[in-house]
């Protein structure tokens, strides 16, 4: 069970970092940072723009992160946000037309690395690896989820 533990934590840890890592540096080399990657890509991949809230929930980060993220990108020239409604967080946030060149930039080096990173890995396994990691991230998800109940109950009782 320990060598289960050590083996599963470093390999995510070492993926991690190395994921980090590239981005950061594959980023740089555009003049941006690597935590700006996610939204680009998922800006890149919805035509008509993403509010916010959902932009922040496609790339795994709180809305202050994504806030920021969105204003950063902004001031680069990269995303404008359509002013449809009154209500700021329910309107589209859109690439402009140099934001979905470098978002195409963006996209393909993500499409290359993601080619180098699954050498040697057949499409049964690809797909056999992504369901194992689905059910270990719900149940991981599960625990976590008592824990922050079970914390609240003690909370709330004391």
């Not at 929930?57 to 809305?63: L, N, P």
């Not at 690439?95 to 499409?123: F, M, Y």
Request: charge should be positive.
């Amino acid at each position: 069970m320990e060598q289960r533990y050590t083996t599963f934590s470093l390999l995510l840890i070492n993926i991690s970092r190395c994921v980090q890592r590239i981005k950061n540096i594959e980023m740089a080399a555009l003049g941006l940072k690597g935590r700006q990657v996610q939204c680009l890509f998922w800006l890149y991949h919805c035509s008509e723009g993403e509010r916010l809230t959902k932009l922040g929930e496609m790339c795994g980060e709180d809305k202050g992160m994504m806030s920021r993220t969105v204003k950063e990108l902004t001031r680069e020239g990269l995303v404008y946000l359509d002013t449809k409604s009154n209500r700021k967080y329910k309107n589209p946030i859109r690439l402009t037309e140099k934001g979905k060149e470098i978002a195409r930039i963006v996209a393909e080096k993500i499409s290359a690395i993601l080619e180098q990173g699954g050498a040697g890995i057949t499409d049964d396994e690809r797909t056999q690896l992504y369901h194992s990691l689905g059910i270990i991230s719900e149940n991981l998800t599960e625990i976590c989820e008592e824990h922050i109940r079970e914390r609240n109950k003690a909370e709330g009782a004391s």
